[in-house]
């Protein structure tokens, strides 16, 4: 919009973005690389962010910033159901190679001189940004779990989905249920971040309108107009013992369950991508991915777009929900889906991500997140697998349990 002004200021020694977002901003990051907002923000429309954010003036003095705002957000599971995308008024950028920068939205009706002393009194307090004191650090808080879809549900789901898989009418679904931890104290989300941040540096991180989370797959990452994907299915715990887990990562390589389920995700994440690509390289066999609690099944996608004007949300509404959440055939796993898990999934296994002025931005597939209330007394954690011909429904139901396993601890051990 012509009545915005954005300006773009290089810093050095910016805090650590998790501080700078707090328990009440925004924060999307994968390791130190990533964006933190704080303060206000505008709700934009999923069919006008795309011209809210170009028309924006835009004032930079690095190459960094040339992009321009931004906006962060969230693809729900369901595509009939709303986007939320949400444009930071204040935000600071570390880029993979170091630099950083804080970037401020102004009305355009402030002078020039009343621009600059506004800008330079932000700058100078998001630089003061300290890591909060936790006041609850020697209270013993007090968490009850309990499952919102109860197990039988769950169980029955999943033979239901395995039965539609072996009469051939479909070839994977994924079935998900969900808890809540409930507290006696205020649940502190900031704390929840740096425990994710300790411990799954690896994962992108994301705190936006109360889901947090640490998802360890990229769903799409576009930049200077190439486009990059990381599908992961097939999942095995790991115990922390380097024997076991090396054993329980052999296994999964070569159980043909996991390899099924795998295939079925990268092959329709290859097949949606050549519709923006020329051509596409990736691994013939899949790695595997390793998280502080699970080891996946993965495989990288990428290749250049044919045309440089795509932008990154028309990527993520196409390959969201990928064949990881949702199933394949999609249309036909998703109406299995919704008539036996019996739950409303809300942005649970769609996408959460950024995208820039110029139609860049990296989406990652909302998982491993809770969706915390507003009054910070509960949370709503959600888990789920792939379900194949060969599944057995009390080794999901295990499946699940080690998933939830990275919020639950995130949750039991913060301040």
């Known amino acids: 919009m012509s009545q915005i002004i954005a300006t773009a200021v290089a810093v050095d020694n910016l805090p650590h973005l998790h501080n700078i977002a707090g328990s009440d901003g925004m924060l999307f990051v994968h390791g130190d690389e990533g964006i933190a907002s704080t303060g206000q923000f505008t709700r934009v429309g999923p069919s006008q962010v795309h011209a ?12 960094h910033d040339k992009d321009g705002p931004i906006a962060l957000g969230f693809l729900p599971f369901l595509r009939e159901e ?96 969900d808890i809540e931890l409930k507290s006696d104290t205020p649940l502190n989300i900031h704390s929840v971040l740096t425990y994710l941040h300790e411990q799954y540096s690896t994962c992108y991180q ?20 190439i486009v990059h994907s990381n599908p992961l299915a097939g999942t095995t715990p790991r115990t922390g013992d380097p024997a076991t887990d090396a054993q329980n990562a052999a296994d999964l390589l070569a159980s043909k369950k996991n390899q ?48 440089t004007n795509t932008h990154v949300l028309e990527i993520a509404r196409e390959l969201s929900p990928t064949p990881a959440l949702g199933g394949f055939p999609r249309t036909e796993a998703i ?26 931005g990296t989406w990652a597939v909302t998982i491993r997140c809770a969706q915390f209330s507003t009054d910070l007394m509960s949370a709503r954690l959600f888990a789920g697998g792939g379900i194949v011909a060969d599944s057995e429904p009390e080794l999901e139901l295990a499946e699940t349990e080690s998933k939830f396993k990275a919020m639950t601890n995130a949750i039991m051990h913060s301040s």
């Open 82 to 177: 709303r986007e939320d995308l949400f444009v930071p008024h204040i935000f600071a950028r570390r880029f993979s190679d170091g630099y950083t920068s804080i970037t401020v939205l102004t009305d355009a009706e402030m002078s020039e001189k009343e621009r600059l002393v506004h800008v330079d009194e932000v700058v100078t307090s998001l630089l003061r940004s300290l890591p909060p004191v936790f006041q609850q650090k020697n209270i013993e808080r007090h968490l009850s779990n309990t499952p919102l879809t109860p197990i039988t549900t769950y169980l029955a789901a999943v033979s239901e989905a395995r039965s539609a898989v072996r009469s051939g009418q479909i070839e994977k679904a994924v079935i998900a249920r």
């Open 52 to 63: 809210f954010l170009s028309e924006i003036q835009h004032h930079y003095t690095d190459e």
């Open 260 to 307: 099924i389920e795998h295939r079925v995700v990268v092959e329709m994440v290859h097949d949606t991508l050549l519709q923006w690509c020329s051509y596409l390289d990736w691994e013939p066999e899949p790695s595997v991915v390793s998280v502080a609690n699970v080891q996946h099944l993965g495989t990288h996608v990428t290749g250049p777009l044919s045309d």
């Open 206 to 225: 994301f705190s936006i309108d109360h889901l947090v989370g640490a998802s360890p797959e990229l769903l799409v990452h576009m930049e200077k107009g």
């Open 335 to 360: 109406e299995l889906i919704n008539r036996v898990e019996h739950m409303n999934r809300g942005r649970y296994g769609g996408a959460v991500g950024w995208c820039d002025a110029q139609g860049n």
